[in-house]
């Protein structure tokens, strides 16, 4: 495996966790239940795939609380997706 193919496969796992994280901390704002949370994260992983970047992720986690009355506003989930982002990315590196 080159180098390439290894910071390809770290992107990708970086992405997953926090897409993972993300929609944990999404679905617990907005209630749901502890029984039907891995479904929800399930949708916030999923909707990665639509365009490249972290866009659609935010979009749709904007969506979904301003679905249940919480307007954090775009900006504010971006911040959060990068925090959770940068996290993610040290703990990786920590790892053998």
């Given at each position: 495996?080159?180098?390439?193919e290894?910071e ?65 506003g ?23």
């Open positions: 495996m080159d180098i390439q290894i390809l496969a770290t992107r990708g796992q970086v992405n997953a966790r926090r897409n993972y994280i993300m929609g944990l901390w999404a679905g617990r704002m907005i209630g749901v239940e502890a029984r039907r949370l891995p479904q929800y994260v399930v949708t916030v992983m999923q909707s990665d795939y639509e365009e490249p970047g972290p866009g659609d992720v935010v979009r749709k986690i904007s969506r979904d609380l301003v679905a249940h009355g919480i307007d954090l775009e900006a504010e989930i971006l911040r959060q997706l990068k925090a959770v982002e940068r996290n993610v990315r040290a703990e990786l590196l920590a790892t053998d």
